[in-house]
């Protein structure tokens, strides 16, 4: 038998495939009901309006809307932070914007190992993504 520790509460729990314990797995599942109740009342609710009114986490709503289970198409202020700079966002990872950079980024650092092998330096930026959950 696999033993882990459940990644949300910390208790010992039987590894099955949400890698959660059974009581966390019915607590996620009472917060997806939250949730959805409160969207079908409220259609025009954004993702912090819809934590605060529900005390489901934005990280928590988040994961709803890209497992598929919440939908965005008839929920026109709803949506979710970009992983990088948290702006909200309708779809993907990033916004317009993260992507670009990370994209130019890309492309300079390959130039720059190319300038590398021919004797150039170039400054280089580092990369992060940033947080800005305040509830988990």
Do not use: W
């Not at 059974?22 to 009901?33: D, G, H, R, T, V």
């Not at 890209?66 to 992983?83: H, Q, V």
């Amino acid at each position: 038998m696999n033993l882990g520790n459940c990644p949300r509460c910390g208790k010992l729990y039987t590894l099955n495939l949400r890698e959660l314990c059974p009581a966390c797995m019915k607590l996620i599942e009472k917060e997806y009901e939250k949730c959805v109740t409160y969207l079908r009342e409220q259609k025009g609710a954004t993702i912090h309006e819809v934590s605060e009114a529900t005390e489901v986490s934005v990280r928590q709503i988040t994961k709803f809307i890209k497992e598929g289970r919440i939908s965005i198409a008839n929920a026109p202020n709803l949506a979710y932070p970009c992983e990088v700079c948290g702006i909200l966002i309708r779809e993907s990872n990033m916004c317009d914007s993260c992507r670009t950079r990370l994209t130019r980024e890309l492309r300079q650092a390959t130039s720059t190992d190319q300038d590398h092998k021919t004797g150039s330096t170039h400054e280089r930026q580092t990369y992060r993504a940033v947080d800005n959950e305040r509830k988990y």
